[in-house]
């Protein structure tokens, strides 16, 4: 089997260095190089050992490595896949984290995958945190947490592509591998939606009391851990999220229309008794939660 003995893993955040610290929890013994556009994100990754090199150049570093990881926002994998595609080899491995899927997948599929090619393949792991930065990455980010996996429509899997899966699973992921149309409609509702959603009620709060310290304190005081849950997203960096809205923008507007649409329900049926027929629905989503 190819073993993967060196990985270049481009983006150092918060997902890219938390790869790195996980895979030497978990025995990686080959070289891990990393690379970032913020030299302040590469020196924290360095430091923390979440890699052992910060490459000079990016593509010389992605190259000579087995295994490429594009950690960084949906634009910039866009950016790397048309980059990397030509200067790869079949011995060599692609794969990312990017949030979206469909339009990942369907910029790789011009460059990998053929006959002569690199493979890729496109992952997204479902973990995180509401904060960025190499500063916040820990080993066991991913630990129980769901690892979804979209395969290019090509032949069967590499054994870079199976010894990289070992290693997600050795994280503490389950895996699951979806169709990436499917993969985007299911984050639209489960991850984009809340995220936006979060956004809003944290700029509405934002912009209704700004200059109101004695409120604002009151109100973190008063709302407690609801407050705090609620708009725990909204501290979420725009780099990242405005990738998602412009790579996933159907299917999130049809998300929010529909919670629109909900709110308006609900603000036209306070004193009525469809309200609690809308509580009784809410209690029965939670209640069939896996």
């Known amino acids: 089997m190819k073993r993967m003995e060196k990985i270049t893993i481009l983006g150092t955040g918060l997902i890219g260095a938390s790869v790195g ?7 990686f013994d080959g070289l891990i190089l990393g690379w970032d556009k913020d030299p302040g994100e590469l020196a924290v990754a360095l430091s923390r050992g979440a890699i052992d090199v910060a490459a000079e150049d990016p593509v010389t ?10 950690a960084g926002p949906v634009f910039s994998i866009l950016e790397w896949t048309d980059q990397l595609g030509p200067l790869l080899g079949p011995h060599q491995l ?21 006959a002569g090619q690199a493979r890729f393949l496109p992952g997204h792991p479902m973990a995180g945190k509401e904060v960025h930065g190499g500063e916040h990455a820990e080993a066991g980010l991913f630990q129980g947490a769901v690892w979804l996996f979209t ?21 503490g992921c389950r895996t699951l591998d ?23 009620l944290s700029a509405l709060l934002e912009e209704r009391f700004s200059g109101d310290e004695e ?3 009151e109100m973190r005081m008063i709302g407690g851990r ?20 412009h790579t996933n923008t159907e299917a999130i507007a049809e998300t929010l229309l529909a919670l629109e649409q909900r709110l308006t329900y609900l603000r036209e049926h ?19 939660r896996g």
């Open 94 to 114: 692609v794969t990312d984290v990017g949030s979206v899927k469909g339009a990942v997948c369907e910029r790789a599929a011009l460059s990998f995958g053929g």
């Open 61 to 70: 570093a992605a190259v000579g490595s087995d295994v490429i990881l594009l």
């Open 178 to 200: 979806l169709d990436a149309a499917r993969h985007d409609e299911i984050c639209a509702w489960v991850s984009h939606l809340p995220q936006y959603l979060s956004t809003a």
């Open 151 to 171: 395969p290019l429509a090509t032949s069967s899997a590499s054994e870079l592509e199976t010894e990289w899966r070992a290693w997600v699973t050795k994280f």
């Open 215 to 217: 409120m604002r304190a």
């Open 270 to 288: 306070l004193k009525t008794p469809e309200l609690r027929e809308e509580f009784d629905l809410a209690n029965r989503f939670r209640g069939c």
């Open 21 to 27: 610290l996980a895979l030497r929890e978990q025995k």
């Open 226 to 245: 609801a407050l705090r849950e609620m708009t725990r997203l909204g501290a979420s960096p725009y780099s990242m999220w405005r990738d998602v809205a």
